[in-house]
């Protein structure tokens, strides 16, 4: 179990490093966040597009427009949350922008699958429907 000035700890360093973020435009303190809030971020966006190949360059189109966008983020709400909900609406997106390129029925009948599953997903995740 972790003692409660680890905890406070590492809430300080988040704090500092989105900070250091938001102000000095740091790449590295940004980076170093990402690490400390969702590691499992990969897995999370492979589960929403069930490709590998689209999975890195959602993650790889995110991170760079997550980071172009840390001006929209608030400080009202924890920076993770804000992040995570950018990944994930940003692969829906990804998703939605593939299948308006393409004519394949069947193709787009899956993703539709996929889509309906996904938003079932972020409910069970945040508890309430966010798109």
């Known amino acids: 179990m972790k003692g409660g000035s680890e905890v406070k700890g590492k809430k300080r360093d988040k704090q500092t490093l989105v ?13 170093d966040l990402l690490t400390l809030c969702h590691p499992s971020l990969y897995q ?31 400080r009202e709400q924890p920076f993770c949350t804000w992040f995570f909900s ?14 308006a390129g393409q004519n ?10 996929m889509l309906k599953k996904n938003k079932g997903l972020q409910r069970k995740l945040w508890g309430k429907k966010v798109l």
């Not at 950018?86 to 299948?99: A, E, G, P, T, W």
């Open 44 to 74: 999370i966006v492979l589960k929403i597009t069930y490709n590998l190949a689209d999975t890195e360059a959602v993650l790889s189109e995110a991170l760079e427009k997550a980071f172009g966008s840390l001006s929209k983020y608030s």
């Open 19 to 31: 900070r250091r973020a938001l102000e000095k435009n740091d790449r590295q303190a940004f980076d």
């Open 86 to 99: 950018f990944v994930v609406n940003h692969s829906i997106d990804y998703l939605r922008k593939q299948d």
């Open 104 to 113: 394949n029925r069947n193709n787009k009948n899956n993703r539709k699958i």
